[in-house]
């Protein structure tokens, strides 16, 4: 059977996102409401824009049902702005800012480390687990730091950690659903089969 995954759809990249999982072999749902996460495997949390996010998170009564997710230990797996939502500290360069978030993973995401979006940038990044390098698309994104030993860095460029995994929690801070390369996604469905 294919792993059912649902796709964060309030704001985002969410049509790249189904596109590569469906690639892969999955079926998708897009998940606006607290029933769209009935039955799914994993969660991806696509990038945008986290300010929104987290207020359509709220007006949509999914913090919660997502944290009950998580504690059963359904990977959820966030992009850029998908990784600032699930951070338990949110900043901008050196200053912690009043942002509410999900708190799932013990990290501090530094919101729009590289710039703006003018100084968005494509590089090659070695990540563990993958034998060749992946080309990483970087659109405004996070830097990533780890506040305890369970978050894991599984990648990193010169200016810090750009994915990190604390258990069933990823949390990347490129786009791998702009490129063609499907093995992130790949790794991510191993991972949601492996817990069903
Ligand atoms: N800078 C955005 C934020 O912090 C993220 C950008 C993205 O997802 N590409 O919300």
Do not use: Y
């Not at 294919?2 to 998940?31: F, N, R, S, W, Y």
């Not at 998908?82 to 050196?94: A, H, Q, T």
């Not at 780890?146 to 990193?156: H, R, T």
């Amino acid at each position: 059977m294919k792993p059912h995954i649902g796709v964060l759809a309030l704001q985002g990249g969410v049509a790249e996102h189904m596109d590569m999982l469906d690639t892969v072999g999955c079926t998708t749902v897009g998940v606006r409401c607290p029933s769209d996460l009935r039955g799914i495997k994993g969660l991806v949390m696509p990038g945008g824009e986290s300010t929104a996010l987290i207020k359509l998170l709220i007006r949509w009564d999914l913090v919660s049902p997502i944290r009950e997710l998580a504690g059963a230990g359904i990977p959820i797996w966030g992009t850029c702005a998908g990784s600032v939502l699930l951070s338990s500290e949110i900043s901008e360069k050196s200053h912690r800012i009043n942002q509410p978030s999900l708190e799932l993973a013990p990290v501090r995401a530094e919101r729009n480390s590289f710039g703006r979006q003018a100084a968005s940038f494509q590089e090659d990044i070695i990540i563990s687990g993958l034998d060749k390098p992946f080309p990483g698309v970087f659109i405004r994104a996070p830097l990533l730091f780890p506040l305890s030993d369970s978050a894991e860095v599984i990648c990193s460029v010169s200016e810090g950690a750009v994915f990190v995994r604390c258990g069933n929690i990823w949390l990347c801070s490129f786009h791998p659903e702009l490129t063609d390369d499907t093995r992130v996604h790949r790794m991510f469905i191993e991972e949601a089969v492996i817990g069903s």
